[in-house]
C-alpha cells in the first residue's frame, strides 16, 4: 500500500498527458481512440525515458507501443470512474502538496543562498573545534570551503526557520487541543 503514492503519481503524469488539449498545427503521430500523440511530444518524451538511450527504430517501437498500453489502461479507468476514486484524489492532493511545498522551500533557499557574510573567524573557529575534537585532520586551507558550506546551509535553515515562525506570527492557527490527545 506504501506504493500507492508512487502509482497514483505516475497514473497522474500520466492521466495529464492523455487530458492535455493537443495544437492543432502539430502533426499526430498516433491517434488512440480520441487522443493524440503529437510527433513533438513523442520526441520529448522518447528522449526522456529509459528507451531512449538507445535511439534506434526498434526502441522508438517499443516506447510508442509503451505509450499506446499506458493511454489505453487510461481511458479503461477513466471509463470506469477511477479518476474519481477517493483514494487516488487524496494520493494527488498529497502529491501537489508535497511538489508545492519542495517548489516554496527550493524558492526561499534559493533567495537565501549566498546572501550571508561569513567571517573568516567563524570559518577559523568551527575548524579550530573540530580538529580539537579529532573529527578534521586535514589542513584549514583544505578544509576551509567545506566548513564554509556548512556555516552557510546552517544560517539558511536558520533563516528559514524565522521565515516560518513569521508566517505562523501572521496566520490565525488555532488548536482544539481536546482533539490532540
Not at 32 to 58: H, P
Request: a negative charge; glycine letters at 4%.
Amino acid at each position: 500500500m506504501k506504493s500507492l503514492p508512487y502509482v497514483a503519481l505516475i497514473f497522474l503524469l500520466t492521466l495529464v498527458m492523455a487530458c492535455a488539449q493537443k495544437d492543432g498545427g502539430k502533426q499526430a503521430l498516433a491517434r488512440i481512440n480520441n487522443y493524440e500523440i503529437s510527433k513533438d511530444e513523442f520526441e520529448m518524451e522518447f528522449r526522456e525515458s529509459i528507451f531512449g538511450a538507445q535511439d534506434t527504430l526498434e526502441a522508438r517501437r517499443e516506447f510508442l507501443n509503451h505509450v499506446i498500453n499506458q493511454k489505453l489502461i487510461l481511458q479503461d479507468a477513466q471509463e470506469k470512474g477511477l479518476d474519481k476514486n477517493r483514494e487516488f484524489l487524496e494520493a494527488i492532493e498529497n502529491f501537489w502538496e508535497q511538489t508545492l511545498l519542495r517548489i516554496a522551500l527550493e524558492q526561499k533557499t534559493g533567495e537565501l543562498a549566498g546572501s550571508f557574510f561569513i567571517a573568516e573567524q567563524e570559518v577559523r573557529s568551527l575548524y579550530n573545534r573540530r580538529r580539537e575534537a579529532g573529527v578534521i585532520i586535514t589542513s584549514y586551507e583544505e578544509a576551509a570551503p567545506l566548513l564554509r558550506r556548512e556555516i552557510s546551509r546552517n544560517k539558511e535553515t536558520q533563516a528559514l526557520g524565522v521565515w516560518i515562525d513569521q508566517l505562523r506570527k501572521k496566520a490565525n492557527i488555532e488548536i482544539n487541543e481536546r482533539l490532540l490527545k
